[in-house]
């Protein structure tokens, strides 16, 4: 599956891996080195650390709540001209610092 876009996934700072835009859907995958990290926390609960990928037709419900809502969801959609339903996009612009302990990159670091 080729993807459209992908965002990394960092947390506390460290590459934990990859959510992928696809023609079917949305995938997740682990970096194998963060699974194999005895200190390394889950993503969320909703995502367990696995090996395997995560697959979905729709944008994961942990992700797609790291989208801000309401007022700052209009300012971010108008100031990146971002649709609101394209939450991939949202995701992309608006999850780089947020509060919390993940954070969404466009590129690897």
């Not at 997740?28 to 995560?54: R, W």
């Not at 996009?89 to 509060?99: E, F, H, N, S």
């Amino acid at each position: 599956m080729e993807a459209y876009r992908t965002a990394y996934v960092y947390v506390r700072n460290t590459f934990a891996g990859t959510l992928k835009e696809t023609d079917a859907g949305y995938s997740f995958l682990y970096n194998p080195a963060y699974v194999a990290d005895k200190t390394a926390t889950a993503v969320s609960l909703t995502l367990p650390m696995q090996e395997g990928e995560y697959t979905s037709k729709t944008l994961f419900a942990f992700f797609d709540g790291l989208i801000p809502e309401g007022w700052l969801l209009d300012m971010v959609s108008h100031n990146w001209k971002i649709d609101r339903k394209d939450r991939f996009g949202l995701l992309l612009v608006a999850c780089k610092d947020p509060i919390g302990n993940v954070q969404i990159k466009e590129v690897r670091e």
